[in-house]
């Protein structure tokens, strides 16, 4: 089936520095991907929508310059987390849709738990 | 807007009783409905879907759920539980209709404790 590949799956960096989340699909086509971030013991909100070749759709209340989306391929999403501060410290995750002999479906990276110290 | 809500915060079972995790749901024209688990630390892993069709839908790892139009529910069950069932769930349905692509909107999440 369709697989997301999502790294690093940890990272832990210091105060006003930049960390970026790659997302790759392996063997299909990611036209959009969504970026979800996920507070310990609660759900996952979403907090972007890309596109391949165009900018990213942002959910009200994130900082697009905070947060910088990139799809710049079929195939490659990226989240770059810029100056980041301890309240960013969360553990996010991508996602993508598939369509896998007509079915329609989701699959979702791994995650990456971003630790800012 | 769409909505999923998911009751129960938390859901104990003993081993090989049946179980069942609640998720009622709003929406504007059809439903599409998912279930997903989420191990500690780890993505999200697709249970199963209700897109069209038949009430009942039969997934992964011996899950199923029903989709009950008339009370906006898709509860997932399994006959048995198992010990290594045990961890996060949850229920989302698809933002939007008819040929957007929307994402997901996910509900709270249960954690469910299987015991041996």
């Known amino acids: 089936g369709a697989v997301v590949s999502q790294h690093p799956s940890r990272v832990i960096c210091k105060s006003g520095t930049s960390v970026k989340i790659e997302c790759r699909s392996l063997d299909f086509q990611a036209t959009t991907m969504f970026w979800y971030r996920q507070f310990p013991k609660k759900s996952l909100m979403l907090m972007a929508t890309s596109n391949e070749g165009s900018k990213a759709t942002y959910e009200q209340g994130v900082e697009k310059d905070k947060f910088l989306i990139n799809h710049a391929s079929l195939t490659l999403s990226t989240l770059t987390v810029t100056s980041a501060h301890p309240e960013d410290s969360s553990f996010y995750i991508c996602?993508?849709?598939?369509?896998?002999?007509?079915?329609?479906?989701?699959?979702f990276g791994s995650g990456t738990r971003l630790t800012v110290v | 807007a769409q909505s999923v809500a998911q009751p129960e915060d938390q859901v104990n079972v003993a081993e090989g009783n049946p179980l069942t995790v609640k998720c009622t749901y709003s929406v504007s024209g059809n439903p599409y409905l998912f279930w997903y688990v989420q191990y500690p630390n780890r993505g999200l892993q697709f249970l199963l879907k209700?897109?069209?069709?038949?009430?009942l839908v039969k997934g992964s790892y011996g899950f199923e759920a029903e989709f009950n139009k008339s009370q906006t529910s898709f509860h997932l069950k399994k006959p048995s539980a198992l010990v290594s069932d045990s961890a996060l769930y949850f229920c989302?349905?698809?933002?939007?209709?008819?040929?957007?692509?929307?994402?997901?909107?996910f509900g709270k999440g249960t954690k469910l404790s299987v015991k041996p």
């Open positions: 996602s993508a849709i598939t369509w896998d002999r007509r079915e329609y479906g989701y699959t």
């Open positions: 209700y897109i069209t069709g038949d009430n």
């Open positions: 989302a349905v698809r933002q939007g209709y008819g040929g957007s692509q929307g994402n997901l909107i």
